[in-house]
């Protein structure tokens, strides 16, 4: 079974960040490359995580 994966923007550089959903919702963090800003389901980042899973779901469908 292969990883779901997606990318969302990085809040604050706007770099395409590629995450792994389930790892993410197991609250997992991910690092942007270009500014090592965090993105965790845990942080303020919340929304655009949730908004990245959606968009993901919509993909699947
Ligand atoms: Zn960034």
Redesign the pocket.
């Known amino acids: 079974m292969q990883p779901k994966t997606t990318t969302i923007a990085?809040p604050?550089?706007n770099?395409p960040i590629l995450l792994e959903i389930n790892q993410l919702l197991q609250g997992g963090k991910f690092t942007?490359s270009?500014?090592h800003?965090s993105i965790g389901i845990s942080l303020d980042s919340k929304n655009i995580v949730e908004k990245a899973v959606k968009s993901f779901e919509k993909t699947k469908l």
């Open positions: 990085c604050d550089c770099t942007c270009t500014c800003a």
